[in-house]
């Protein structure tokens, strides 16, 4: 027997559910200032990652076919004092644009983030993304890296929110499982890294640039990859402060992959491989 109760919505614009439908992304991620703000997440396995890092439900909104589903049960069961709505699928739809929340979102209060130099202090291989404002490739380097061996991953302030809905569920809930920490705004991230033991590794076409597979590279078990936004690619100082540039060798005239698939050959050659990563287990098969 259920131990959860639910309230109905039949119109979306009943203010209960309004952090659901009256504010952008960016707007409930500074809703309570000074206080943390929040994060609308979807899908039920994406919630239960973000339940299992510790994150602390607002609300749970659910589509009310879900609720016979035992994914969705479970989590609800697990609700505690956060309310659960309900409402037909079309409202839902409605909310969302698309059909994609497998039935069910949830609002969480974002939760208090790691210093860089704490996941520093112990990890073998990081990801460091500089200015990729796509959620979409956000999403899926998360999840290469959680798959594929980094121990953490560090943005720069104007990368996507990874906690963003499309960001996280793209990354199949692994924005919640793999350690990760902004970048101070006036922080010189290749001295950090350097203070720390890390080789530096940039991933950007240059002429100087090395073979992924090159030797050189894998001398120090402490590697740190940064990553560049499509397009305009890594900053100049960037490149001229890494101890090595690296390029994916190509085929038939291609001259680069996406940045997210170009993490993940990168990630697999020079981290999972080496067994620095402390993550398994966490890639999930299943769109």
Same mark, same amino acid.
């Given at each position: 027997m259920s131990t959860f109760a639910t309230i109905r919505i039949d119109d979306i614009k009943d203010k209960r559910v309004k952090l659901y439908t009256e504010y952008s992304e960016p707007q409930l991620y500074h809703i309570n200032e000074p206080d943390a703000g929040i994060f609308i997440a979807e899908t039920p396995m994406v919630i239960e990652r973000?339940?299992?890092?510790?994150a602390k439900p607002v609300s749970f909104f659910a589509e009310s076919s879900s609720l016979q589903n035992g994914a969705v049960k479970e989590i609800l069961e697990k609700a505690g004092d956060a309310p659960v709505f309900e409402a037909e699928l079309s409202v839902i739809n409605a909310i969302t644009?698309?059909?994609l929340t497998r039935g069910l979102l949830a609002a969480f209060e974002r939760? &208090?983030?790691?210093?860089?130099? &704490?996941?520093?202090e112990n990890a073998g291989c990081v990801a460091v993304l500089e200015d990729i404002v796509n959620p979409t490739n956000v999403g899926a380097i998360f999840r290469s890296a959680a798959a594929l061996g980094a121990d953490a991953v560090l943005m720069t302030r104007r990368s996507t929110d990874p906690f963003?809905?499309?960001?996280?569920?793209? %990354?199949?809930?692994?924005?919640?499982?793999?350690?990760?920490?902004y970048i101070l705004k006036d922080t010189d991230v290749t001295d950090l890294l350097?203070?720390?033991?890390?080789?530096?590794?940039? *991933?950007?076409?240059?002429?100087?640039?090395?073979? *992924?597979?090159?030797?050189? *590279?894998?001398?120090?078990?402490?590697?740190?990859?940064i990553f560049g936004a499509e397009g305009s690619g890594l900053k100049e100082e960037t490149i001229a402060a890494s101890d090595h540039v690296a390029i994916i060798p190509m085929a038939n005239g291609v001259d %680069? *992959?996406?940045?997210?698939? %170009?993490s993940a050959v990168a990630f697999w050659e020079l981290c999972g491989r080496e067994g620095t990563g402390k993550i398994s287990g966490v890639c999930d098969p299943q769109e």
């Open positions: 973000a339940m299992s890092m510790g644009g698309f059909n939760p &208090d983030l790691p210093e860089p130099e &704490d996941l520093l963003y809905r499309r960001s996280a569920r793209v %990354s199949m809930g692994t924005v919640f499982m793999i350690p990760w920490a350097h203070n720390y033991g890390f080789t530096v590794i940039s *991933l950007a076409l240059t002429e100087n640039a090395v073979p *992924l597979t090159d030797p050189v *590279l894998k001398k120090n078990p402490r590697k740190a990859l %680069s *992959l996406n940045v997210a698939a %170009s």
